[in-house]
């Protein structure tokens, strides 16, 4: 089906986010002209190349309960329909050229709730992410009896923007099955399942090796001989498995002396859903736990931009991934679109990506000896746990690739627009 | 069985039910609610009958009317946490079912955490985005709210409709509101209307002290509030005319002056819609009786006396008071929306005409008041449809069917059934990841 160009709104509370890496690649491989709504920003660094050429960003303010610091979880929604709000505003003071659709990610913050109210007449596709469920999934399956009432009726109401946002789509899609299996029922059958893909122009192995050979890791020298155990995570939080991450360190570290540890993500946690860790510098306590640990052989980067995540990870000898039940991470397709070992938690929503003995591992998280005890089989022997890697690898270009799956997406669009311009 | 009753008010759609289903089918029936109802108030055969606890609120808990647009949300979640409390706190035996009913969605959806039965929500309403209820009146000026509040208000609404285990509304059109996605929860049961309390008869011809001489034509107009979403400015257009043309017509109006839903309030800057309707025309007020809230047995006593009842609704819940006209053998002349168009047969039970047309209400009023003889018939087969389809006699046992045939999933009687509905009768036969959101439990 062709693809005629678009004018896209999109909004999102945080640019680029997720549907950055989208508007990028429809800017600049379908022509489309992007007008991005968010609210924050991240460093330039991860901004993508068609910002200025194709794809405008522009950035909203926040009234009322959003500029609180914390607010009580009962005024979750309102803070969300500040964020709405605030869009709203921005948008009729710019008043952007004929919108053909709005594409929206709430990420639990309503930002594309309002914009019909600027712009009636284009479709509203939105990005869902994840449907809490009262007492499961995420770190909701570890949950003691410590944990305050409030805090599962906080869970029990947080799919109230996911409801609205549902309700006012035109297309409502999630990544994965796992993800859409979330939603009530009813839901289910008018959320499609779209992957937005991983950039596998920039996540791609080296064809001459980036293992096994002499290599600058972020301005750090390893020696041909060292062996890269790599984690990836926005956060370096409980939810992705920083935890087990850490403690499979630990043993690694002491079984062999030429393993190095690299550690990606913000040591700070901003996930709300992290009662425990929310705001705080969880990776440090951790830290403070495990004294053993060679801090030379155990490379925390922090946040790293995209072209330093991918250099890391085609460097990875084993990339692992032993985190809770929770939407599959980005990282974990780049990890495998650069062709790493995979060694990641046996839960749902990683059986949906990973076949395990053919295209990585998929281990009982919680038997710390399985974990480790496979990870060295791994580190031991590289060659043979190379075909699935490679297969990992295959997988994506067929699946996950962004130049698979955006085409998808793009067709989709295109027939919410003419449907919607059909019907007028 | 025990039925757990939860609601903002009592009696309001649950306390003659449940009166009827302790004396009909010996179901204990417990009430938690916020407060007693004005309108209607409490009979004391409930009050003696029912066991009725009211929520304990919270030091700062405010009453709905006063929460700002964005703030609704997070009210209907003190609410619901409020209700877990007292369910928690009280010490009643586990109910076998709980029926709910909220102003803006059921208070349920944290009682999972309490009490593991099955769950039946009131589907009362889903607001409309743009041209129905609150948003149907845009010859009104705006109000702020108008573009947005329609956008989230049926958050816990939506909310409790993905709890619950069952749902049900007193029309079909109500039912239709909801999006389809959920319409196989939602089954069809009016509420009932007392026909013995409704029914025509003479009546003294006297009101609020006020002798009404013989041959003077009675027009009647009653809303829970005097609104525009009721029409109320409406009819006191289409009354004006009335009066002008005919000499012998009093006008009795009944309703508070709260405004229930919509904006009333902000675009009139006035403090109720009444007393910005009556300062943008000269009236003759001597016509006009208006009675305020009154009670049921009062209502029914004017309703006796009508010529002429005037129901002037945005499509919008249906208002008991027009099916209780039409149960007193009333001509009701309404708006012709769809809601109504569901039991008024326009010149076979009744009249409509379109909602903003004054001039065919008026020559249409006119009509009925010059020969009130002629358009009696219509009346009396209004009468007959409510005796046959919407009293309590009618409704209350087909109700009954349903809130035990859902009960009955935990008591054994399997959950196909329930899902089943099995009463359609009057009712269904034309029915054609947060990353950025924070938990704190500040």
Request: charged residues 25%.
């Amino acid at each position: 089906m062709a693809q005629d160009p678009l004018h896209v709104l999109w909004i999102e509370p945080g640019f680029p986010g997720r549907l950055g890496g989208l508007a990028d690649w429809l800017t600049r491989k379908r022509g489309y002209r992007s007008t991005f709504y968010c609210h924050t920003l991240s460093p330039r660094s991860h901004w993508p190349t068609s910002v200025g050429q194709g794809l405008e960003v522009v950035t909203f303010g926040v009234g009322g309960a959003a500029r609180d610091p914390a607010v009580a979880w009962t005024r979750t929604l309102e803070r969300g329909l500040c964020y709405a709000y605030g869009c709203l505003e921005v948008l009729e003071q710019n008043r952007p050229r004929p919108i053909d659709l709005i594409v929206g990610r709430s990420a639990g913050l309503g930002s594309s709730l309002f914009a019909p109210v600027y712009a009636a007449a284009p479709p509203v596709a939105n990005l869902l992410d994840y449907y809490y469920a009262p007492r499961a999934n995420d770190l909701a399956d570890e949950a003691g009896p410590e944990t305050p009432l409030s805090y599962t009726l906080w869970r029990r109401s947080m799919g109230a923007i996911d409801l609205l946002d549902l309700e006012q789509a035109d297309l409502a899609w999630t990544p994965t099955d796992w993800q859409r299996g979330l939603y009530p029922a009813e839901y289910q059958a008018s959320i499609e399942v779209l992957c937005d893909g991983v950039d596998d122009g920039l996540f791609r192995r080296l064809l001459d090796g980036g293992r096994g050979r002499s290599r600058t890791l972020a301005g750090r020298t390893l020696a041909g001989s060292t062996r890269v155990v790599t984690f990836v995570s926005r956060f370096l939080d409980r939810l992705r498995g920083f935890d087990r991450f850490l403690r499979l360190a630990a043993g690694l570290q002491q079984a062999r002396q030429d393993v190095v540890c690299v550690a990606i993500g913000d040591p700070v946690v901003r996930r709300g859903l992290d009662v425990s860790s929310f705001n705080q510098n969880y990776a440090a306590g951790l830290l403070s736990l495990h004294a053993e640990l060679d801090r030379d052989r155990f490379w925390m980067l922090g946040a790293c931009d995209p072209a330093t995540t991918a250099e890391v990870l085609r460097a990875s000898d084993l990339h692992v991934a032993l985190g809770r039940s929770y939407p599959v991470s980005r990282s974990l397709l780049e990890a495998m679109s650069s062709g790493c070992v995979i060694l990641a938690s046996d839960v749902e929503p990683h059986r949906e990506v990973i076949d395990s003995a053919r295209n990585g591992i998929l281990v009982n998280a919680a038997d710390e000896s399985a974990v480790l005890s496979f990870a060295l089989r791994i580190l031991a022997d590289p060659a043979a746990f190379a075909p699935l890697a490679r297969e990992a690898e295959e997988d994506v270009r067929e699946r996950y690739a962004r130049s698979v799956c955006v085409p998808r997406l793009a067709e989709r669009f295109s027939k919410l627009v003419l449907a919607r311009e059909g019907r007028r | 069985m025990n039925i757990l009753f939860i609601h903002d008010a009592f009696p309001a759609q649950f306390g003659r039910l449940a009166l009827e289903l302790k004396r009909g089918r010996g179901w204990n029936c417990r009430f938690l609610v916020q407060a007693l109802s004005s309108c209607p108030t409490p009979t004391p055969e409930m009050l003696e009958e029912l066991e009725i606890r009211l929520v304990p609120l919270a030091a700062e808990h405010r009453n709905s009317d006063g929460v700002p647009w964005p703030q609704v949300h997070g009210h209907y979640l003190e609410q619901c946490q409020a209700v877990l409390g007292a369910v928690k706190a009280s010490a009643w035996p586990r109910p076998d079912l709980i029926v709910a009913h909220g102003g803006r969605g059921a208070p349920t959806i944290f009682l999972r955490e309490a009490i593991d039965c099955p769950i039946i929500v009131y589907c009362e309403y889903y607001f409309a985005l743009r041209r129905g209820d609150i948003s149907y009146r845009i010859d009104l000026p705006a109000a702020e709210p108008a573009p947005f509040f329609p956008r989230t208000i049926n958050a816990a609404t939506l909310c409790a409709l993905v709890d619950c285990d069952a749902g049900y509304s007193a029309t079909r059109w109500q039912k239709q509101s909801f999006p389809a996605r959920f319409q196989h929860k939602i089954e069809t049961y009016f509420d009932g209307i007392d026909v013995q309390l409704y029914k025509p008869g003479p009546a003294p011809r006297s009101i609020a002290g006020r002798s009404i001489p013989p041959g003077t034509r009675v027009v009647t107009f009653a809303s829970r509030g005097l609104e525009s979403i009721r029409g109320f400015d409406i009819f006191m257009e289409v009354a004006d005319r009335i009066a002008r043309a005919r000499q012998d017509v009093i006008f009795v109006v009944v309703g508070g002056e709260e405004i229930h839903y919509g904006w009333d309030k902000l675009h009139t800057q006035a403090p109720s819609f009444k007393e910005w309707v009556l300062k943008r025309r000269t009236y003759d007020l001597d016509r006009f009786l208006f009675l305020g809230r009154i009670l049921p047995e009062e209502l029914a006593t004017i309703l006796r006396l009508s010529d002429l009842h005037l129901y002037l609704t945005a499509p919008f819940v249906l208002s008991w008071s027009m099916v209780s006209a039409m149960a007193t053998g009333c001509v009701v002349l309404a708006s012709d929306v769809a809601p109504v168009r569901e039991l008024i047969d326009p010149g076979i039970n009744g009249l409509a005409e379109p909602l903003f047309d004054v001039d065919r209400l008026c020559e249409q009023a006119l009509a009925v008041l010059d020969d009130p003889g002629a358009y009696a018939p219509l009346g009396r087969r209004a009468r007959a449809l409510v005796e046959e389809r919407y009293s309590l006699e009618a409704c209350i046992p087909p109700l009954g069917d349903f809130l035990e045939r859902v009960a009955g999933r935990t008591l054994g009687q399997g959950s196909q059934s329930a899902n089943q509905p099995q009463h359609e009768e009057q009712n269904d036969r034309a029915d054609g990841g947060g990353d950025d959101c924070a938990y704190h439990s500040a």
